[in-house]
């Protein structure tokens, strides 16, 4: 890639968003529509996005995502949690996978420099795994993406919460309050901590 263009992916952007974190803190982002803005002004169209596998779990979907610039390619990981109504129905999918993908697509382009004043504020970029398998596992070996929760962990919080009378939007809103971010979201430890406040309370 040349100078120029690795100038104009690498520049910084001035409509950075924000959205609750942590204790608090905002968190900044940039939205999806202004990366694919600065890939087209940079590279003037001449880069193509694909989802190479995607995975639809209980509380999240997970794709993963490949960047490609002429032979340059970049691939990383994307999540989104799945939008359910108050009766736990689940609303769009199609949505839920969409968001997922521009998420991917962030991740990539970070590994291009696109962001990367603002990235440290977000999920660390992924290092682009070597064609990964998302497939179904048991339980007991169950190993998600960026450390998550397992399965096993996912199903015995939503039991926890439904024994405390819980549903998603009240579960979510408490994992929340104690790691800002979605249940499904939860790291394998965060979410043991989790399990163990829920049983505590049940």
Not at 105 to 126: D, F, S
């Amino acid at each position: 890639m040349d100078q120029e263009k690795l100038l104009l992916l690498t520049r910084p952007f001035n409509d950075i968003k924000s959205r609750p974190g942590r204790n608090g803190q905002a968190i900044q982002y940039i939205e999806g529509h202004a990366i694919v803005q600065r890939l087209n002004e940079a590279l003037g169209g001449d880069w193509s996005f694909r989802v190479l596998e995607h995975d639809v779990r209980e509380g999240e979907v997970i794709v993963l995502g490949e960047l490609r610039l002429g032979e340059l390619v970049k691939q990383a990981f994307g999540g989104s949690e799945v939008t359910r109504t108050r009766e736990g129905k689940v609303v769009s999918l199609a949505d839920d996978l969409k968001a997922a993908a521009t998420d991917a697509l962030k991740k990539a382009a970070t590994l291009l420099g696109v962001g990367m004043h603002v990235c440290a504020a977000e999920e660390p970029p992924q290092r682009a795994p070597t064609r990964p398998k998302l497939v179904e596992q048991p339980p007991e070996t169950d190993a998600p993406p960026n450390n998550r929760l397992t399965r096993k962990q996912a199903e015995f919080i939503g039991k926890l919460a439904k024994s405390n009378g819980m549903g998603r939007p009240e579960l979510d809103e408490l994992a929340k309050q104690r790691y800002g971010k979605s249940a499904g979201f939860l790291t394998v430890k965060e979410a043991s901590e989790f399990i163990q406040a829920l049983s505590t309370a049940a």
